[in-house]
């Protein structure tokens, strides 16, 4: 029997619970022992509460090189870590980074465009591209996780490519729109809605008793995405 899908869920106390659960699943990733173990947590407040607020706080929105380098520790740990692209990253001017991210924010709306302008950095692809985008406009962008992209139907196998953040954003956008005309909060983003997502996919995978229940029963299994279901395999950068 398969399991149902949140991103199918049209009521959003249901997502309101997954969200309010967030930094439990982030705290319970974190203590699973591998190579990044314990980095997670720490990282994960740093990208979610201090980065944003740095990145408002300018004039004119924009990340530093250093801020850019700290972005890819987080996005490499909340996913497959690959020490390479850090490198990479950090090769990087810091003119170079600020007049770039400066460039991309003021392009939003425009996503494809904002994308675009982060991509012409070292080491920056579409899913970079736009966590520097969430971190910094969340009610435009959501960053291009797996576990994202594999809860929206249509878009797996998943390719790292701008027209693949298209199609995921589109859906994202248009799922927070419903919402929020539902939520008299009317709080939901791209960015807020990907959290969720995340959540619900980690929570699954690490047999976490999330204490919402999409599809009847005790509610103490999590669903699987498309994500979790395709076979691991070597990617391009993202």
């Not at 740093?46 to 924009?62: A, G």
């Not at 990479?88 to 392009?107: D, I, K, P, Q, Y």
């Not at 994308?115 to 080491?123: C, D, P, V």
């Amino acid at each position: 029997m398969s399991r149902p899908s949140l991103f199918a869920c049209e009521d959003p106390a249901q997502w309101r619970r997954v969200y309010d659960q967030y930094w439990e699943v982030v705290e319970a990733k974190s203590a699973v022992k591998g190579k990044t173990s314990g980095k997670l947590l720490p990282l994960e407040k740093w990208f979610q509460e201090e980065l944003p607020t740095l990145i408002s706080s300018r004039s004119d929105r924009y990340v530093t090189r250093s801020e850019l380098v700290k972005l890819m520790e987080w996005k490499l740990t909340r996913g497959t870590f690959r020490p390479r692209l850090q490198q990479l990253v950090a090769s990087n001017g810091e003119e170079t980074v600020e007049r770039c991210s400066r460039r991309a924010f003021a392009l939003l709306p425009d996503a494809r465009a904002a994308i675009a302008e982060l991509s012409s950095l070292k080491a920056v692809g579409p899913a970079t591209a736009s966590a520097v985008l969430a971190a910094g406009c969340p009610e435009h962008a959501a960053f291009m996780s797996d576990e994202g992209v594999g809860s929206v139907p249509g878009l797996t196998p998943i390719q790292y490519t701008a027209k693949h953040y298209d199609l995921y954003l589109g859906s994202m956008v248009q799922r927070t729109t419903e919402l929020n005309k539902v939520d008299g909060e009317r709080d939901w983003t791209p960015h807020r809605a990907e959290l969720c997502l995340w959540a619900w996919a980690v929570a699954g995978r690490l047999q976490l008793p999330l204490l919402v229940d999409l599809g009847g029963g005790d509610g103490r299994q999590s669903p699987e995405t498309d994500a979790d279901k395709r076979p691991t395999k070597k990617r391009k950068t993202k």
